[in-house]
């Protein structure tokens, strides 16, 4: 038996005696703060992301392996791990070695992969946040933390939200959540910030816009 199935056996057994009966919770808070136009509601996410200090691109679907390419090299990225969904097109156009997502990949050996591409699961205008839920487009989490650079591909419109209670509706608890706003950063007690401390140094978010299927309103 794993220190974890120790652990969870424990809490079961604490949780045992627990009343089953749930009191219901009003779901009548404000969902959405203003109303806006599915193109506010982009331009809203772009602007907090880059409040966040994440750097946003922008390009149409047929553009993106050429943009993905020109990042990577920018970058200098050798390396680039990739996972098991991710739209082989995507990188079809990179100088780079693919690296799969593989689970026996030690801590060590994604440390030297220089960078990390995935999709997402749902962006966040209001807060500037970038949901990952570990689809086959986005891997296995720790993929996406050890790695120093991180690139971030978003579908516009389809996967942007106005708000936290919107993204929630999308989004199934049973899996492995990330909530990502910005690098990873921290400060001590002098307010000095530090980036890269828990996960990528640099994050690029690319905002896709799909093609038009027909006559699109916001």
């Not at 652990?7 to 109303?35: C, F, M, N, S």
């Not at 960078?115 to 989490?141: H, K, N």
């Not at 939200?161 to 001590?188: F, K, Y």
Request: with cysteine; proline share 8%.
């Amino acid at each position: 038996m794993s220190s974890r199935e120790r652990i969870l056996g424990r809490v079961r057994r604490a949780l045992g005696d627990a009343p089953t009966d749930e009191a219901p919770v009003a779901r009548d808070y404000l969902r959405e703060h203003g109303q806006r136009s599915t193109a506010r509601t982009v331009e809203l996410l772009a602007g907090n992301l880059a409040d966040y200090r994440a750097v946003v691109h922008r390009c149409a679907d047929g553009e993106l392996p050429a943009l993905l390419a020109r990042l990577l090299s920018a970058r200098g990225a050798r390396s680039v791990v990739v996972p098991p969904g991710l739209p082989a097109q995507w990188l079809a156009a990179a100088d780079a070695a693919l690296v799969p997502d593989r689970a026996e990949s030690t801590p060590h050996e994604l440390d030297e992969v220089s960078s990390v591409v995935t999709g997402c699961a749902v962006a966040v205008a209001e807060t500037g946040t970038i949901v990952l839920d570990g689809s086959p487009d986005q891997g296995r989490r720790r993929i996406t933390l050890v790695p120093d650079h991180h690139i971030c591909v978003v579908r516009v419109p389809d996967q942007v939200v106005s708000s936290v209670p919107q993204a929630l509706e999308r989004l199934d608890p049973a899996r492995p959540l990330t909530w990502i706003s910005g690098p990873s950063a921290t400060s001590d007690i002098e307010l000095d910030r530090v980036e890269g401390v828990h996960g990528p140094r640099t994050l690029e978010v690319v905002l896709v816009q799909a093609q038009p299927s027909g006559n699109v309103t916001s």
